[in-house]
């Protein structure tokens, strides 16, 4: 079992010592979340609101005292301090980046971290957010799929033309080899789903759904994945509500990759005894996790 850490609401230099620490602790990744700006005042409701996915937010997902920071700038950092330790964005907002950018950035942080990148994309749910960026919100699910098109090009290292709804564009190149970049999609509706099962490398689920709607989601995937003839692996990515919950369980149901919020288990390098402390928490957290440091591994 791989045991990840979803990090949000975390500034960067935050998460470098959370990733040096994790990564002594035997952890296996670390997710970043990720918001643009904070429309002050918004309306929209996260997508999870009102079923078991929306149990670690007790308020807003963001507000002003959330801290936001741009995650692949982030995460390169993150790889510079570290050599084992996976990186991935759980999720990257791709209908609010032309996707040639996305690429090109993409492209250079799995050079960074030796390959050990993973981009998880969602299409995004705060309206206000894209109006602030001058997105159109209707047009996102759209923008997501043409994107994710583009992406799959861009990663090829050949030279490709692209004659869309939403971007249009002669021949290219963005490598000189092919880029692995896992694309791991997020979302627990059956539309996510389905495009998940269909275009993917992983799922990642929206919120933190409990065990029972975690297994039901896991069962609906496979079943779409048969449908399509996909039996390549396909992990698939789940929040625990707490480090104390049983992992077994989740082994059990064929889960091979739990992630634990990352704030349940890091106090914070400003904490009382500072980065030390902090990183014996989070040591102590991975050993009743049952995680082995590289150090005893080796």
């Known amino acids: 079992m791989r045991v990840g850490l ?10 470098v010592a959370l990733g040096v620490a994790a990564e002594a602790a035997g952890f296996d990744s670390v997710w970043l979340g990720e918001h643009v ?20 937010h007790t308020g807003p997902i963001v507000d002003p005292s959330t801290t936001l920071v741009d995650p692949l700038v982030a995460l390169s950092a993150v790889a510079a301090a570290t050599s084992s330790l996976r990186l991935a964005t759980g999720i990257y ?4 980046r032309p996707p040639l950018v996305t690429a090109r950035m993409t492209a250079t942080l799995a050079d960074v971290s030796g390959g050990r990148f993973m981009l998880g994309v969602g299409s995004g749910w705060l309206e206000e957010e894209f ?24 990663w090829s290292g050949k030279p490709f033309a692209h004659d ?9 190149q963005v490598s000189t080899s092919p880029v692995e970049v896992p694309l791991v999609l997020g979302g627990n509706t059956e539309a996510a789903l389905r495009r998940a099962a269909a275009v993917a490398d992983g799922w990642f689920a929206s919120g933190t759904p409990s065990f029972e709607d975690a297994v039901v989601l896991r069962r609906r995937l496979l079943e779409l994945r048969d449908e399509l003839g996909r039996h390549e692996p ?20 064929g889960f091979a990759s ?9 106090p914070g390098s400003s904490s009382p005894g500072g ?24």
């Open 131 to 154: 109006a602030a960026v001058g997105v159109p919100f209707h047009e996102r699910r759209a923008r997501y799929e043409e994107s994710i098109a583009i992406l799959r090009q861009a």
């Open 37 to 56: 700006v904070l429309p002050v005042d918004y309306g929209s409701e996260h997508p999870t609101t009102g079923d078991t996915a929306h149990q670690h």
């Open 6 to 15: 979803s990090c949000y609401d975390i500034s960067a230099s935050e998460l």
């Open 234 to 253: 396909f992990p698939m990515h789940v929040r625990v509500a707490s480090p104390d919950v049983p992992l077994d369980a989740y082994e059990a149901a």
């Open 258 to 266: 739990v992630l634990v919020w990352a704030d349940q288990v890091w």
């Open 93 to 96: 907002l791709l209908p609010l």
């Open 164 to 172: 869309g709804t939403y971007w249009r564009f002669g021949r290219v």
């Open 275 to 298: 980065a030390a402390a902090a990183a014996a928490t989070l040591a102590e957290a991975g050993s009743r996790l049952g995680l082995t440091p590289p150090e005893v591994s080796s």
